[in-house]
């Protein structure tokens, strides 16, 4: 698996992306969006899934990706759809053939309880390990769904499984600060070795199929393990 210190996430053949956060429809995610688009398959199409909400916020945000050039696909909603329907052929057809797999919303828990130990997340673990080469983006709590803890937003704060492409690790979006953070505060009461990553809005932690580990947009990703101090991630590219 790759590894830069503390950190260590799935190996795989499409790259991994964890934006903080941001309004996409005021622009304020548009630069991680254009990097993320150079560097995934075009040729394949996008599925978005948001973990709350109607579908038209899925479908705006499938619209948003193609008029930046991506290449459209999909869109669904788990406030309109079942756990069910996403083990469906249908649906799995969908992620054996997608390039970018969008994972997004305010709440991770929706997204964790129905991908869990499921067909679905299989496609999407091969499809990111092989050849297919998916590009997994998961924005807000799309981003804390890809660590191996998740929390609910507000308090009291449940804690449950992730979907463990970060491993050993909980990723803390819309990130201001350690003293604003009361989930990073924490972690040293959840177990020894644990890694925190706050992660500001409009700015993403990307890490590529070689490695790479890049900070995207304008700012910087705050990494904390429980048994050390509080460190920047070492990175590479803007920001």
Do not use: K
């Given at each position: 698996?790759?590894?830069?210190?503390?950190?260590?996430?799935?190996?795989?053949?499409?790259?991994?992306?964890?934006?903080?956060?941001?309004?996409?429809?005021?622009?304020?995610?548009?630069?991680?969006?254009?990097?993320?688009?150079?560097?995934?398959?075009?040729?394949?199409?996008?599925?978005?899934?948001?973990?709350?909400?109607?579908?038209?916020?899925?479908?705006?945000?499938?619209?948003?990706?193609?008029?930046?050039?991506?290449?459209?696909?999909?869109?669904?909603?788990?406030?309109?759809?079942?756990?069910?329907?996403l083990q469906?052929?249908?649906?799995?057809?969908?992620?054996?053939?997608?390039?970018?797999?969008?994972?997004?919303?305010?709440?991770?828990?929706?997204?964790?309880?129905?991908?869990?130990?499921?067909e679905a997340?299989?496609?999407?673990?091969?499809?990111?390990?092989?050849?297919?080469?998916?590009?997994?983006?998961?924005?807000?709590?799309?981003?804390?769904?890809?660590?191996?803890?998740?929390?609910?937003?507000?308090?009291?704060?449940?804690?449950?499984?992730?979907?463990?492409?970060?491993?050993?690790?909980?990723?803390?979006?819309?990130?201001?600060?350690?003293?604003?953070?009361?989930?990073?505060?924490?972690?040293?009461r959840i177990?020894?070795?644990?890694?925190?990553?706050?992660?500001?809005?409009?700015?993403?932690?990307?890490?590529?199929?070689?490695?790479?580990?890049?900070?995207?947009?304008?700012?910087?990703?705050?990494?904390?393990?429980?048994?050390?101090?509080?460190?920047?991630?070492?990175?590479?590219?803007?920001?």
């Amino acid at each position: 698996m790759p590894q830069q210190g503390p950190l260590r996430w799935l190996d795989g053949e499409g790259w991994l992306v964890l934006l903080g956060g941001g309004d996409w429809l005021r622009g304020e995610t548009d630069a991680v969006d254009a990097q993320l688009l150079s560097v995934a398959n075009l040729d394949r199409p996008m599925v978005v899934l948001t973990a709350e909400g109607n579908q038209a916020t899925a479908d705006g945000i499938l619209e948003h990706y193609t008029a930046l050039g991506g290449p459209g696909g999909e869109s669904f909603s788990l406030g309109a759809i079942t756990r069910d329907q996403l083990q469906t052929q249908e649906f799995l057809q969908l992620l054996q053939e997608a390039g970018i797999l969008y994972l997004g919303g305010e709440n991770p828990l929706p997204l964790t309880n129905n991908l869990v130990n499921t067909e679905a997340l299989r496609y999407v673990v091969e499809g990111f390990s092989t050849l297919q080469g998916l590009t997994l983006i998961g924005a807000g709590a799309g981003a804390a769904a890809l660590g191996h803890w998740v929390f609910t937003p507000q308090p009291p704060y449940h804690q449950a499984m992730g979907l463990g492409f970060v491993m050993n690790a909980v990723v803390i979006p819309h990130f201001t600060g350690t003293e604003n953070s009361p989930i990073l505060r924490a972690l040293p009461r959840i177990g020894e070795n644990l890694l925190g990553l706050g992660i500001p809005d409009t700015v993403a932690l990307a890490l590529g199929p070689a490695g790479q580990v890049e900070t995207w947009g304008d700012g910087r990703v705050t990494a904390v393990v429980t048994t050390h101090d509080s460190t920047d991630v070492d990175t590479d590219g803007p920001g």
